[in-house]
């Protein structure tokens, strides 16, 4: 045993451990640790560890994907999550809505209404910190769980509609500010900035955003002190209005509707008093709708997860405990202000006294301008003919009456609008820098740049500030609220969404820390996101979902070269699974037969027109499998070869697998395919294989490995397909491999243009060709290639000879329903027999019972023996190949022979098929494929004669399918 290696100082000690280095088993193995599992880390490859080698760069694991490494921040949950979500939670609403709410649905509906919002706020919540806590969470906050939920798609929808929601709600709360101050100027008769008050607040917005803008640039530390002051004086204002509430109103407050605590009061304005106003119809679901944008600030954690020092431990705590405190304190406000005011109130002190403050009428049209009211009123004797101008249903500006001191409450409503400004302005880049970086839309990588050490999206900043800027000239933004609350209520959406969907996987990576979390309450809060959209404007959410879904189509013809391990993964994979349980337990029948072809053709790239015609066959409603053998090959370039090969059939729209074994011999693999290609039953129920020309010239090993493939697909119940074209299939020396390589990593792109296109052909990859004969399977293979405009054009040649199942008469027809096949006419050839006319009825009647369509059934006349050339031809063509003819060495060579016993034994049979060939070249020599029933190789026939009777069926004929079913029904007539 080894000794443990010796370390000479503490020092030296320390700097062993660092390397991570095993002393167990094999000095080279690492030990486990975190920095093994980043998308940088380096392990040693199985090559390196069982060749002794140490680690390099290119051949080390590593990890897929294309996440980034990322910087993290310094900000914890409070003053990263909780402080921002507590501030874009109470808004502007805090100080100009809450009383209003309370006078049209009463305190007890109200209470329900905030309920109501906070269980979907929390639900959303418990989704949100499930997701973040299953992993690192990376830059981009929302739109990164998403992403990597749900995969690009979705991810990228959600990224630029959250991005932009959020620009957008930096020119409404700026505008909510720009307003305020513009009417302070006017109270004050100060000067206003230019002759208009609406190009007041245009200039009062822009310099607001270009100062907050300004902050934002100097990173989330200075921003986040700046959000600490606004906090700070919200607080204050509220802390005033609950101190005001209790200290006795004087007369002019008294008129105004803050009358004080009484029971009668409370009990008066417990129940609802909907009353229409300029907006329209008042009731549970507008004043429900009113109040809902003020939970949607629940991701504003999520948004800056970049500058989070643990974005998994902080999002859940932090944003919880948000929801939690401001639920609590739009009650307490909102119960408070509901107290000890008036709904109506006429504003005059003269009615005060008079005992008929209320007794104002409620007028829907009233635009609440006290400048428009008529000089009479406030005056005792006609109060009737005045609308209600102040009480908390007319005046929004109740509670800076309430409040003890008017001055906080400004500077209540400023902090609000101004802080949840700033916090948008900070979530927008971040979020689309995040979008930029994956690359997913073209032309905006340049907004993904950082700069400084804190990454900042200085280019993002700006192009947020445009867009605010944009949205700020309008001056009236009502018409784009509600889009924007739909925004955000879809993102909400896909969050539950995506957290129900990653669970239901059970995927092995969902594995989140926090446990408080139910899929199916996910799954019900996202249809309850989804219908609120709709309840608040549905004109709104048919915008944003149509949005939502044009970017979403459009990212999914792009495809994206991205591997983000993505629910929408786990669930196709589970999806299949079950699926295939499913299909194990139905029993098979014959009207739901299909073709499963195992194909032969290597590297699909090298024999395309193979490919392609088995394509035809089973055009993606059948299992197609090409297969691959290497003799004396290692599999360890297994993954690349399949990685490839994948790429390329996708590329052509061909849904085929690639199946791949190593194996000493060609037998050996084609055994192994046969036994294990496919899973269930979804394994391949035909073997196809090329015919070669070459056959000849093989050595007898050779030979008895092709007949040999046959054997095991027959005894394995499988059918045979045997497809002949003199041109050949193999290009395999001008393919040009490199260019193959380069290509497939455009794959997107090719199915984007494609998507445009239904008849978008992908040229092959090819060198310079020179040879005649490559020249022409290149043509070949163009000709059989699915997907073009061109077809075929001429017939299709079925020689129904005998009776395997009806193999032989389904695979031309199914070739004859799709292109490039499907302009072909049909004939089909049978056997006369002793009448030729009945034995055509017969057909017919056949073919009519199956509801296959033939353009003319032929019968020919098999009982004449052949003629003299066609026997003369066939004798030249086995003279060389018999044991005592003129090549006696080609035994000693290993090449096989005919032995004169099977002649003489197989004679009549043999001329059977002479004739068959002598029929095939009179009638089928211009067709553009004859399909015939294949003779089966005998137990006691040598490898060598089979083939020669395969060749005689189609030597100088035209591209030939030789077809022999497993003797069991492929087709019925029965319904």
């Known amino acids: 045993m080894a000794p443990l290696p010796h370390f000479p100082s503490r020092d030296g000690a320390v700097a062993w451990r660092s390397q991570k280095i095993s002393v167990g088993y094999d000095p080279r193995d690492v030990t486990p640790s975190a920095i093994n599992y980043d998308d940088d880390g380096i392990r040693p490859t199985l090559d390196d560890l069982r060749r002794d080698l140490a680690a390099h760069g290119e051949d080390s694991v590593r990890q897929t994907g294309n996440e980034r490494k990322l910087k993290r921040g310094t900000l914890g949950w409070i003053r990263g999550v909780w402080l921002w979500s507590v501030l874009n939670l109470w808004g502007v609403m805090l100080f100009l809505r809450i009383a209003w709410m309370n006078a049209q649905a009463g305190m007890g509906l109200f209470l329900v209404i905030v309920l109501m919002g906070t269980v979907i706020a929390v639900l959303t919540s418990l989704s949100t910190s499930a997701i973040s806590t299953n992993g690192e969470v990376g830059l981009g906050g929302t739109y990164y769980m998403i992403s990597r939920s749900l995969g690009p798609q979705f991810g990228a929808a959600i990224g630029v509609i959250f991005s ?59 921003a986040s002190r700046l959000q600490l002051l606004f906090f700070t004086i919200l607080m204050a204002s509220i802390f005033n209005i609950v101190i005001g509430s209790i200290i006795p109103p004087n007369e002019e407050a008294q008129a105004k509707g803050f009358v004080g605590y009484s029971n ?15 907006n329209g119809r008042n009731s549970f679901m507008s004043v429900f709708g009113v109040f809902f944008p003020s939970v949607t600030g629940i991701l504003a954690g999520t948004s800056i997860t970049g500058d989070l020092k643990d974005p998994s431990g902080a999002i859940p705590k932090g944003t919880m405990t948000a929801i939690f405190f401001t639920s609590v304190s739009y009650i307490v406000i909102g119960w408070t202000t509901a107290s000890v005011t008036l709904r109506h109130a006429s504003g005059s002190v003269a009615d005060l006294r008079a005992g008929n403050l209320t007794a104002c009428h409620h007028d829907p049209y009233w635009a609440h301008d006290l400048s428009t009211l008529p000089d009479v009123c406030g005056k005792p004797d006609s109060p009737a003919d005045c609308p209600c101008s102040y009480g908390s249903i007319n005046f929004m500006e109740i509670m800076e009456i309430v409040g003890h001191f008017r001055p906080i409450i400004l500077a209540g409503i400023f902090s609000a609008t101004l802080s949840t400004a700033l916090g948008c302005i900070n979530f927008a880049p971040k979020i689309f820098q995040a979008l930029c970086r994956d690359k997913i839309f073209p032309f905006i990588h340049i907004f993904g740049h950082g700069y400084t050490k804190n990454d900042e999206p200085y280019r993002a900043y700006a192009l947020v500030m445009i867009i605010a800027v944009i949205f700020l000239m309008p001056s009236d933004l009502n018409f784009i609220s509600n889009i924007v609350s739909n925004c955000f209520l879809m993102t909400y959406t896909l969050v539950n969404y995506a957290t129900f969907d990653a669970s239901y996987s059970n995927a092995p990576g969902w594995r989140p820390t926090f446990k408080y979390y139910n899929k199916w309450l996910s799954l019900a809060t996202a249809l309850a996101c989804f219908v609120i959209m709709f309840a608040l404007d549905w004109k709104s959410a048919v915008i944003v979902v149509g949005i939502s879904v044009v970017l979403w189509l459009y990212v999914y013809y792009k495809n994206p070269n991205v591997n983000w391990g993505t629910s929408a ?63 004396g090959e290692s599999v360890k370039q297994r993954s690349v070869m399949a990685s490839e090969s994948y790429k390329w059939l996708r590329r052509r729209k061909l849904r085929a697998f690639y199946d791949y074994v190593a194996a000493n011999s060609t037998a050996e693999g084609i055994r192994a395919l046969i036994q294990t290609s496919g899973l269930g039953k979804l394994k391949p129920n035909i073997l196809m294989m090329g015919f070669h020309r070459s056959w000849y010239n093989w050595s007898e090993v050779a030979m008895e490995e092709y007949t040999s493939a046959l054997n095991e697909a027959l005894d394995a119940k499988m059918g045979i397909a045997l497809l002949y074209a003199k041109e050949g299939f193999d290009i395999t020396t001008v393919v040009n491999f490199e260019k193959l390589v380069e290509d497939n990593t455009h794959e997107g792109n090719d199915q984007l243009k494609s998507a445009a296109s239904a008849d978008h052909v992908v040229p092959l990859e090819l060198k310079p060709i020179e040879d005649p004969e490559v020249q022409a399977r290149v043509r070949l293979a163009e000709l059989f290639e699915t997907g073009k405009k061109k077809h075929i054009v001429g017939e299709i040649h079925v020689w129904w000879l005998y009776d395997d199942g009806g193999l032989t008469l389904l695979i031309p027809h199914l070739l004859n329903r799709q292109s490039p096949w499907d302009k072909c006419k049909l004939k089909i050839f049978i056997l006369a027999g002793q009448d030729p006319v009945a034995a055509k009825k017969e057909m017919l009647s056949l073919l009519e019972k199956f509801r296959i369509k033939a353009d003319e059934v032929i019968p020919v006349d098999m009982e004449q023996p052949p003629g003299r050339e066609q026997t003369q031809w066939f004798d030249r063509l086995i003279g060389g190949l018999r044991e005592d003819g003129p090549t006696r060495n080609r035994k000693v060579s290993g090449l096989g022979v005919i032995r004169e016993s099977e002649v003489r034994e197989f004679g009549e049979r043999t001329s059977k098929q002479i004739r068959l060939r002598e029929l095939l070249l009179e009638h089928s020599s211009k067709s553009a494929l004859t399909v015939v029933t294949m003779p089966l190789p005998k137990t006691n026939q040598s490898a060598i004669f089979y083939m020669a009777s395969l060749h005689a069926l189609t030597s100088d004929m035209p591209a030939t399918l030789l077809i022999r079913g497993t003797q069991e029904n492929v087709l019925t007539y029965y319904c």
Do not use: W
């Open 264 to 278: 009668a009061l409370f009990r008066e304005n417990f129940k609802p008093a909907f009353q229409d106003d300029a």
């Open 164 to 222: 932009i929601a959020n620009a957008i709600s930096v020119s409404l709360n700026i505008q909510g500010f720009a307003d305020t101050v513009q009417g302070l100027l006017e109270d004050a008769h100060l000067s206003p900035f230019t002759t208009s008050a609406l190009n007041d607040i245009r200039v009062i917005s822009v310099v607001t955003l270009v100062l907050l803008t300004g902050f934002t640039f100097f990173g989330m530390e200075i």
């Open 569 to 631: 993964q786990a669930n196709t994979y589970k999806s299949a699974l079950n699926d295939m349980h499913r299909l194990q337990r139905i029993e098979d029948h014959v009207k739901n037969y299909r073709p499963q072809v195992l194909v032969l053709t290597g590297l699909p790239c090298v024999r395309p027109a193979l490919v392609y015609f088995a394509n035809s066959i089973t055009h993606g409603t059948g299992l197609l499998i090409c297969g691959h053998v290497l003799v």
